[in-house]
Each structure stands twice: as structure tokens, then as C-alpha cells.
């Protein structure tokens, strides 16, 4: 048997040591699989990214002591292992790039995201671009995702970038503050389209982990966040649901075993 974990939405921060001790868990987890083929990470692993740069530009001294050091060194051990580690956008770590992925031997993949197994076809995205009700979160999203307007975020001193990310962050939280549940969850006939080309899609981003029904003969399936439950104990508790795909050895064969399993580390 193959195993494939997928996960997304786990925003890390420095902020939330909780929620990158659980990422820790999950990759020691992932260690201990006896055949773990690939591991994605559907988007939004970050908080916010503001570059590769702000790691890469580091002395040796500060990455000794960065909290993303421990995390690169285990991902290193998991792809030593054989495991591949494909990396997809969100729209927090849109700014993710392949030099920051090359410290772990990960792989930073495009959405939509097809993936085979035997004859079945899914279609791996984060998400967020399935939320078409919410017009001004498209017209931002179609910003952000804009080369030149990268390359001019990029340009910025990471000083800058990370005064910016800030100022949206509080102008989101604006807006999301006004914004009914429904806007900010898939609209069913983007979900119609997304799926019209593939067998079942993937996704993130809406924080609804579920398995529906995207058409009468279709499934979607939605991953969860990470999130800290009971933050007032001593010892707090991070949940998630991930998803795991167990095949044959012979990936030729059409029989695919899908699951969203709760994953919880204390
Ligand atoms: C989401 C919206 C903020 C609308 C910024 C680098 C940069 C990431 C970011 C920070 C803000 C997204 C990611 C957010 C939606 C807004 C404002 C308006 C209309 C940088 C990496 F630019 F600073 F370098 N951001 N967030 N908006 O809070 O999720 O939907 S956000
Ligand atoms: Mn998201």
C-alpha cells in the first residue's frame, strides 16, 4: 500500500508556536508511515509570506535560531525518505517560491493541480478562486496574483512588505466582518466548471472540511484548517482534518481509497 497526505490551511506564524509543533507532529507522523509517497500542501501553510527572501537573506547565525529552521530540517528528512513534498499557493503565501521549496527538496506545483490514480482524475486546488460570490475578494485576488504586481511587492524592503501585509490584514478583517457566511463558501456552479474536466476535486481555503456532492456523480472534498482548540489549557490542542489516499503498489489500479481523517497533536 501507497499513502498520499494531503493538508492546507495551517497558517504558521511565529505567533501560534502551537500550530508549528503541530505541523512538527504530523511530519513525525508522516515519518513513521512505512510507504508515504507524496505529502501536499494545498495553500495557506503561512500566515502571510512576504518572500523567500526574508528566510533566505538570513545569517546563519538568526537561521540557526529561526522557528522555520526546525520545520525545513524535518521536511528534508521526509523527502530523504522518498517522500515527495508538493507545495500550492494560497492566498496568504501567494509570495511562496521555488527557492525557499529547494531547502527541503519540495516542489512547488500550479493550481489546478491534476492528479491520476488509477483511472480517476483530481483536481487539486486551494480553493479561494472557487469563491466567486465574493466579487471584491476576486478583483483582489486577481491583483495579488498579477505578476508585475509581485514583482513591485518584491522590489519593496521585506520592512515594507510586511507594513503592507499588515494594513490588509486589518482592511480583510473589515471587510470579512460584513460579509454573510455564504459569500465566503464556494459557489456551486464554479464548483460545476472546476470539476467538469476531472473525476472529484480537492480543496482548502473555506475552513468547511466535508465531504459534498459537487455533481450527482462527483465528489468534493474540502480539508480543514489547523486550528487550536481549548487555547486556555496549559496545553493546547491543534486539529485539523487532512486528507489520506491509500492505493496499491501498482497505481495503475483504479482502486483508490480516499478518507478526510482528523489529525489532532497535543
Ligand atoms: C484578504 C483582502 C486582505 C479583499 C500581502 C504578501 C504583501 C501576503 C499578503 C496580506 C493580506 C492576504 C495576503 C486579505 C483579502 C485583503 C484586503 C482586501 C477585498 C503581502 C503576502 F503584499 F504585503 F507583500 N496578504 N491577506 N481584500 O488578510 O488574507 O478581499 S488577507
Ligand atoms: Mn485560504
Not at 537561521?63 to 496568504?92: D, F, S, Y
Not at 489546478?112 to 466567486?132: F, K, N, S, V, W
Not at 496545553?235 to 482534518?241: D, F, G
Request: glycine residues 4%; hydrophobic residues 40%.
Amino acid at each position: 500500500e501507497v499513502r498520499q497526505v494531503f493538508i492546507s490551511d495551517l497558517h504558521l506564524s511565529p505567533e501560534e508556536p502551537a500550530l508549528v509543533q503541530a505541523f512538527l507532529a504530523l511530519l513525525d507522523d508522516c515519518l513513521a508511515l512505512p510507504v508515504l509517497k507524496r505529502l501536499f500542501i494545498l495553500g495557506d501553510w503561512f500566515e502571510v509570506w512576504i518572500g523567500d527572501d526574508a528566510y533566505l537573506t538570513l545569517s546563519d547565525d538568526a537561521r540557526q535560531t529561526h522557528w522555520l529552521t526546525p520545520l525545513i530540517a524535518k521536511l528534508k528528512q521526509l523527502r530523504i525518505n522518498g517522500c515527495e513534498i508538493l507545495v500550492m499557493h494560497g492566498n496568504r503565501d501567494f509570495l511562496l517560491g521555488q527557492p525557499f521549496c529547494n531547502l527541503f527538496g519540495g516542489e512547488l506545483i500550479d493550481e489546478p493541480y491534476m492528479l491520476t490514480i488509477g483511472q480517476q482524475h483530481y483536481r487539486l486546488e486551494h480553493g479561494d478562486a472557487l469563491c466567486t460570490d465574493d466579487k471584491k475578494y476576486q478583483f483582489f485576488r486577481k491583483i495579488m496574483r498579477n505578476r508585475l504586481t509581485q514583482w513591485y511587492l518584491l522590489n519593496k524592503s521585506l520592512e515594507k512588505r510586511l507594513a503592507i501585509a499588515e494594513k490588509m490584514r486589518q482592511k480583510s478583517q473589515q471587510n470579512n466582518a460584513n460579509k454573510a457566511a455564504h459569500i465566503m463558501d464556494v459557489n456551486d456552479e464554479a464548483v460545476i466548471q472546476a470539476v467538469a474536466n476531472s473525476d472529484a476535486l480537492l480543496h482548502g481555503h473555506t475552513h468547511r472540511p466535508d465531504i459534498h456532492q459537487a455533481t450527482t456523480d462527483k465528489k468534493r472534498y474540502v480539508l480543514g484548517d489547523w486550528r487550536l482548540i481549548d487555547k486556555e489549557k496549559r496545553q493546547p490542542t491543534v486539529s485539523a482534518v487532512i486528507g489520506v489516499m491509500i492505493t496499491n503498489e501498482h497505481s495503475d489500479s483504479n482502486k483508490a481509497n480516499f478518507e478526510l481523517v482528523e489529525f489532532s497533536s497535543l
